[in-house]
């Protein structure tokens, strides 16, 4: 397994994580670390594994060996601060923007100035002040998700989970968003695992990326992509980052 030179102190561990769902086996002893205020792109074809890997991080499945570490205890979500982002919106659509993006820090009962200073902060990264008013169900389905993705970020998240979370979006839309998750990975300096299929979208966000093979999933390669943000797709170093998972994605 590639190590690379990161000095930042370690996020997650996986240690032999393997899943099995009966007779099924779909993770196969994978080992990784992720650092923290990384950001990393978990790549693989469809249906290799991704979720589940997801699933077990944040026990909705249990490891059927081996485990996961969170700051080098065994993953917890009643202990660990952890948010997620999936494909479909999940916005409350009985609550205006600025109320959703409020929703998780008045649960965890915040002192109001610091829900508005957190609130205000989001709504300016994410440009959604003129809208702060205004209930998800008058936006557009770019604009919900981005109040999804402004209210993860509200929660000062150790660790923000990506599912696909543009796999609904046109191109245009998707590198628009990918930009703002960027910026706001950047100014909040949260630890960020985004999975995701599309190769391209990895190569524009990831800091580095781990490709998993097919079923029953192991490790491929990690991968360093080592260009400035914000990235051009046109680049020929790009492209050749692309070209490369790709390669590794269709010849397992
Ligand atoms: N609860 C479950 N019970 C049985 N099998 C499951 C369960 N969850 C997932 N699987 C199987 O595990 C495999 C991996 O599924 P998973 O959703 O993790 O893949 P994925 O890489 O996220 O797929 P996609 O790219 O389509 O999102 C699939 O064969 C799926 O049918």
């Not at 979370?165 to 046109?170: C, H, I, R, V, W």
């Not at 029953?216 to 491929?220: D, F, L, S, V």
């Given at each position: 397994m590639a190590e690379f030179e990161d000095n930042r102190p370690l996020k997650v561990e996986v240690k032999g994580l393997t899943k099995r769902f009966g007779d099924l086996l779909v993770l196969d002893d994978l080992n990784f670390n992720i650092r923290k205020g990384e950001f990393v792109c978990v790549v693989g074809p469809t249906g290799c594994g991704k979720t589940t890997f997801l699933n077990c991080l944040t026990r909705i499945h249990m490891p059927s060996e081996g485990d996961l570490y969170i700051d080098g205890v065994p993953a917890d979500p009643r202990k660990h601060n952890i948010s997620f982002v999936f494909q479909e919106p999940s916005s409350l659509p009985w609550m205006t923007v600025e109320d959703n993006i409020a929703y998780g820090l008045k649960i965890k009962k915040l002192p109001q100035a610091e829900i508005d200073r957190r609130v205000n902060r989001i709504l300016d990264l994410m440009g959604l002040q003129e809208v702060r008013k205004v209930y998800p169900g008058e936006l557009s389905v770019s604009a919900e998700q981005r109040v999804i993705i402004g209210r993860s970020f509200a929660m000062e998240p150790d660790l923000l989970l990506m599912d696909e979370?543009?796999?609904?979006?046109?191109v245009k839309v998707r590198f628009y968003l990918e930009d703002e998750v960027i910026r706001l990975w950047r100014e909040l300096g949260s630890t960020v695992v985004f999975i995701t299929h599309n190769i391209e979208e990895a190569v524009y966000v990831a800091e580095r990326v781990i490709i998993l093979s097919n079923k029953?999933?192991?490790?491929?390669e990690e991968l360093k992509i080592d260009l400035p943000h914000p990235?051009?797709?046109?680049d020929p170093k790009f492209i050749e980052y692309r070209n490369y998972i790709t390669d590794k994605i269709k010849w397992w």
């Open positions: 979370p543009y796999g609904q979006m046109d029953p999933a192991h490790i491929k990235r051009n797709i046109a």
